[in-house]
């Protein structure tokens, strides 16, 4: 995704920044990324660097990091609420955040539902600490691992595309010949056994491709077990895969921005 720059489009992303983040929040958000823009180029090095930012109306503050993808992920979830369908939903007790990248559609959908534990999966080392430290607030309602999610328990190496398309586009592969492996996988079925799962209330999805790989094998005992899904779908064969998964149980789906939701029929 890229930044457009033109002045009346950033004055209309400040002023939608701080009709939902509130005006003090949005006016703190833009001094930090205006004073890292006079810093960098007089050779200070701040891309990295951790601050605070307060979402209106939530219970804690969240880390970001100068430079990177955090702030375009900060304002999918904070300002443009992208996953506000999913905070709609009702009598929510577990969700699934696969690839929770710094933690924010974890931090946004625990406190939509109050009573809700996440398990946030990241495979990336740096995304990973942030989620950590993100979550940290939440105590026992928040468990953060690092790994990534696979059809199964395969070991994987984290591959980085050639582009730099930010932190938000780590993706992960099996190991080749010889290579050293980076995690072990962990599959929706590992997690239903391994915390004692009946049903995944919200199963939020953003593999950055993986999706073909969980949604192609090994998804048909657990898929009926998943009331409501948001999915980040990366391209068209991604989602033949998905919706042919699908294909088999009753829902219903729609779209919005780049994700797309189904609700799962659990009568059938």
Not at 87 to 100: A, R
Not at 113 to 141: T, W
Request: charged share 20%.
């Amino acid at each position: 995704m890229k930044q457009q720059k033109n002045p009346d489009f950033l004055n209309k992303l400040f002023f939608k920044t701080c009709l939902k983040i509130g005006v003090l929040p949005a006016i703190a958000y833009r001094l930090k990324f205006l004073i890292s823009s006079f810093i960098e180029p007089l050779g200070i090095k701040v891309k990295g660097t951790k601050f605070l930012l307060f979402p209106q109306k939530f219970k804690y503050p969240v880390y970001c990091r100068y430079g990177t993808s955090d702030s375009l992920v900060f304002n999918q979830i904070f300002v443009h609420k992208e996953y506000s369908d999913m905070g709609k939903i009702e009598n929510v007790n577990w969700i699934i955040d696969c690839g929770s990248n710094v933690g924010y559609s974890s931090v946004y959908l625990l406190n939509k539902h109050p009573q809700a534990k996440v398990i946030a999966i990241e495979p990336d080392p740096d995304n990973f600490e942030l989620c950590s430290m993100n979550l940290a607030p939440y105590g026992k309602r928040a468990y953060v691992i690092n790994s990534a999610i696979w059809s199964s328990t395969v070991d994987l190496v984290i591959d980085r595309p050639l582009q730099d398309n930010g932190e938000w586009a780590i993706q992960v592969r099996p190991c080749q010949v010889g290579e050293t492996p980076a995690l072990n996988a962990l599959s929706i079925k590992s997690l239903f056994e391994d915390f004692n799962l009946d049903m995944i209330d919200i199963l939020k999805v953003d593999i950055e491709t993986a999706e073909l790989e969980v949604f192609a094998h090994n998804y048909q005992d657990w898929l009926k077990k998943v009331k409501y899904i948001a999915i980040e779908l990366h391209g068209e064969e991604c989602e033949n895969v998905f919706f042919q998964a699908l294909s088999s149980l009753k829902y219903k789906s729609w779209s919005a921005g780049e994700l797309t939701f189904c609700q799962i029929d659990q009568l059938i």
